[in-house]
């Protein structure tokens, strides 16, 4: 279970360091809620916070939690001498000290800090401020870190996308800077683009419709028509048949009916 326990806080931690810029040591701002519940246990605050985060660790307090604690009377004798045993932090409400819980959220807008208390009204105020931990006493016994929120993980995922996007702010810069050194023409610069005008195709690389003839009737088939053959002095030359030559004795035979054919009549 320990190792469980561990395990999550890393987890936890590591969310809060990545995304909101925490850093050792640890600096863990306790309330007189937490303090009191700490000292009727017994539990010896500074060495069980090292144990949990495994790190270095730094309770500290204001004067105002410290003033507070003090005005609820005798009960409180024994908590408000634990808290001057802690680091005090300037809050800049000596002169006119506030609520414990309104110190800490105060506080809480400018520097890092790991929001220790029991008080459930600034607990719920905790988790819907992004970048603040909260640590309490589970059961008024067992130190326990809170899990980030969804209102946590939203801030974080925000962040990201900023730091890796441009914004466009820097986007309007860098574009100034490109038309200055000659890199985008004016027009380039977010102007209305000019149309395209369509220009007629190239005549030269258009070929000409060849002229097509009807065919013999019955074929319906398309014969190219050929130009007649011109002479010399402009005479149109007609197209020679070619003659069939028949042999000697087709010839004599033929004669010699014709011959014969004629004598019987």
């Known amino acids: 279970m320990k190792i469980t326990k561990h395990k999550k806080t890393r987890k936890y931690m590591s969310f809060y360091i990545n995304n909101f810029g925490f850093r050792e040591p640890l600096l863990v701002l306790i309330d007189g809620s937490f303090c009191h519940a700490a000292y009727k246990i017994r539990l010896q605050i500074e060495e069980q916070l090292k144990k949990y985060f495994q790190c270095e660790v730094k309770p500290i307090v204001t004067a105002c939690i410290i003033t507070e604690t003090d005005n609820l009377g005798p009960g409180f004798t024994g908590t408000s001498q634990l808290l001057k045993k802690f680091l005090v932090h300037r809050c800049g409400h000596e002169k006119r000290p506030l609520d414990g819980s309104s110190c800490i959220k105060s506080m809480t807008k400018s520097c890092h800090y ?3 208390t029991q008080d459930r009204a600034l607990q ?3 988790r819907e401020h992004p970048g603040i931990p909260l640590f309490y006493l ?3 016994s067992v130190p326990t870190l809170v899990q980030p929120s969804e209102a946590h993980r939203q801030a974080a995922a925000e962040g990201q996308k900023n730091r890796v996007g441009i914004r466009e702010l820097d986007q309007q810069t860098i574009q100034k800077l490109k038309v200055k050194e000659g890199l ?3 027009e380039s610069n977010g102007g209305p683009k000019k149309k395209r005008k369509v220009k007629n195709p190239n ?3 258009c070929k000409k419709p060849k002229k097509m003839k009807k065919g013999v009737e019955g074929k319906g088939t398309p014969s190219e028509s ?3 053959t011109v002479g010399e002095g402009g005479v149109v030359k007609k197209k020679s048949r070619k003659r069939i030559k ?3 004795h087709v010839i004599e035979h033929l004669k010699a009916g014709n011959g014969g054919g004629a004598g019987a009549s």
Do not use: G, M, R
């Open 203 to 205: 005549p030269l690389s």
């Open 184 to 186: 985008v023409t004016p």
């Open 124 to 126: 719920e105020w905790v």
């Open 138 to 140: 589970h059961n008024a």
């Open 114 to 116: 790991i929001v220790a």
């Open 226 to 228: 050929k130009p007649p």
């Open 246 to 248: 028949l042999p000697k």
